[in-house]
């Protein structure tokens, strides 16, 4: 932000040696990044040091298993997204206009609510290895070959079937942003529909993809349910088993670096890639991209491939959960009530921290002319790629360590021990969501007040109004709407957290995503149905914010 920007902000030239907004700003950047800084320091000067240990036995197969996941989820999601998206934008068929929105929908069914539909349906008891048995009178297993679904194959498709929506939704908009003179262009010069996409279209929309796929890989090296469920083991599974099944939090500390550095490998790889590379529109008003009419037999295939990711990431797993989930009994059950009502509460009280947290930041550092804000705000943004696993860790032993802190500061005091104050109850798990999900209010909150007009804010100090009255009279009502999506889509993250939630929620406390976890971890789909049920109304109503946005 140059200087002539911040003083927009400000109306006195001195400053006074308090500043709360910089003072401000600088805390929440600190409150991100602490619990990152913890892990690694845990995994540095660890009580017992199992490092070689794990690289003898289990590390290889942590590492090598996900690496294959981020891989083959990342190629097979950008080729479904880049595919659907190519077709919806530049060809016109049957179904277009409702599947172009449909391909957005599974994103409102996590992975892990995917796997366990998926293997109620493809299990030997379920629909479609007893209709094999019954249509071609087979009578046990060993009667027939069918595929093992437990498998990391499956994990794969699995994943890809739910987080593909990420590259479909960036790829869509390059496209769309595109000239059609360009392809006009191509066309006279003798170039084919393939030609067309390979040639023109990717190489214009390789950032977006890149940025999509960066993102799918972060969430598949998030996962846990799914991997879990299918019983793959992963580096996250592995933090898991070290640290609640073996006790070890210096091993864990270590495996959660290991999943740190590949995330930072991956980020960097991503903006590497593309550091020499520009991409400018054209000066004059362009002309947008006309979708062609497909012939009758091409059409309908463009149709099929559009509509087969909505089948396998929205259709089947909504499908399965809705028929089981016709029981009264587990609808009015005590639990599921407890569940939605510890999701909504603590969901949303993270959320609103979280939004109003990313706003004064991105606020106070406009506000501020010191250089350290400024540069920790983007590094902030590192929560996003942290997965829910390594946030557990990193947040769970320092808040324990404040609370015996504050408990023997009071028992010194002459009071009687107060226990743990803030560990064994939510606040753990609301500290973990706003630092998992703050890169979302942040960049939300900085793109909106970047979009108000410099003019109004300088009007407003010139008549008197103070910084934070200035906030509320000028920016919120401008930067409302944005906001708004910003809080629902903070909001119905924290609904799907599962690792995080696991590590964190206090005794016998129940979210939805845990509720499903454990219902499913039994084979109890039908009383997980309910609660999957709940969180896909949920992610719905994020999908149709994005649906709004992107017309």
Same mark, same amino acid.
């Given at each position: ?332 059950? @005590? ?8 999701? !909504? #509460?603590?969901? &949303?009280? /993270?959320?609103?921290?979280? %939004? *109003? +947290? ?10 501020? @002319? ?8 983007? !590094? #902030?943004?590192? &929560?996003? /790629?942290?997965?829910?696993? %390594? *946030? +557990? ?159």
């Amino acid at each position: 932000m140059s200087e002539q920007t911040s003083q927009i902000y400000t109306s006195r030239p001195k400053r006074s040696r308090f500043d709360p907004w910089s003072t401000g700003a600088l805390a929440i950047a600190c409150l991100v990044l602490v619990p990152i800084v913890a892990v690694i320091w845990f995994a540095l000067t660890p009580t017992e040091n199992i490092w070689p240990h794990l690289m003898r036995t289990t590390l290889p197969r942590y590492f090598n298993n996900t690496v294959i996941l981020m891989l083959s989820v990342g190629f097979l999601t950008a080729a479904v997204g880049t595919g659907a998206a190519w077709l919806v934008v530049m060809y016109r068929f049957p179904g277009r206009s409702v599947l172009q929105w449909a391909l957005l929908m599974p994103l409102a069914v996590p992975a892990y609510v995917g796997a366990y539909a998926l293997v109620d349906f493809l299990e030997y008891a379920g629909p479609v290895q007893t209709g094999l048995r019954e249509m071609m009178g087979w009578q046990t297993s060993r009667d027939y070959w069918f595929p093992a679904i437990r498998t990391r194959e499956a994990a794969i498709v699995v994943m890809s079937a739910a987080l593909y929506p990420y590259v479909y939704i960036l790829a869509r908009a390059a496209f769309r942003e595109q000239s059609g003179a360009a392809y006009e262009v191509a066309r006279a010069l003798g170039a084919g529909p393939f030609a067309r996409f390979w040639r023109v279209g990717l190489p214009l929309a390789r950032p977006a993809i890149a940025a999509g796929v960066a993102v799918v890989m972060m969430e598949t090296v998030n996962d846990f349910g799914t991997v879990d469920y299918f019983a793959v083991q992963t580096l996250t599974t592995g933090i898991f088993s070290v640290w609640l099944q073996g006790g070890n939090l210096g091993g864990a500390s270590q495996l959660a670096t290991c999943v740190l550095g590949l995330i930072v490998i991956l980020v960097t790889l991503e903006k590497l890639s593309r550091r020499k590379s520009r991409f400018f529109g054209s000066a004059r008003g362009q002309r947008p991209v006309v979708p062609k009419l497909l012939p009758a037999g091409w059409g309908y295939v463009a149709m099929l491939c559009c509509a087969l990711p909505v089948l396998a990431g929205f259709v089947l797993p909504v499908g399965v959960l809705l028929t089981h989930a016709f029981d009264a009994a587990e609808w009015s059950a @005590r639990g599921l009530h407890k569940a939605i009502w510890h999701t !909504v #509460t603590v969901g &949303g009280i /993270a959320a609103f921290l979280t %939004v *109003l +947290g990313g706003l004064f930041m991105v606020y106070g550092v406009r506000l501020s @002319r010191r250089r350290l804000p400024r540069l920790l705000m983007p !590094v #902030t943004a590192i &929560g996003y /790629a942290v997965p829910g696993a %390594v *946030l +557990g860790l990193g947040i769970l032993v320092p808040l324990a360590a404040f609370d015996n802190f504050i408990a023997d500061s009071i028992v010194w005091a002459g009071f009687d021990d107060p226990g743990l104050l803030l560990t064994g109850s939510a606040v753990a798990l609301t500290l973990a969501y706003v630092v998992r999900f703050f890169a979302i209010s942040q960049g939300t909150a900085d793109a909106a007040l970047g979009r108000v007009p410099p003019s109004l804010p300088m009007a407003a100090r010139s008549l008197g109004r103070t910084a934070g009255g200035t906030l509320r009279a000028v920016h919120l009502p401008l930067v409302r709407a944005s906001v708004g999506s910003a809080l629902l889509l903070v909001f119905v993250d924290c609904v799907k957290e599962l690792p995080a939630t696991l590590l964190l929620r206090p005794f016998n406390y129940e979210t939805l995503a845990t509720r499903v976890h454990a219902k499913a971890s039994l084979e109890n789909i039908a009383e997980a149905a309910p609660a999957a049920i709940a969180i896909v109304l949920v992610g719905l109503c994020a999908v149709t914010l994005l649906a709004r946005t992107s017309r």
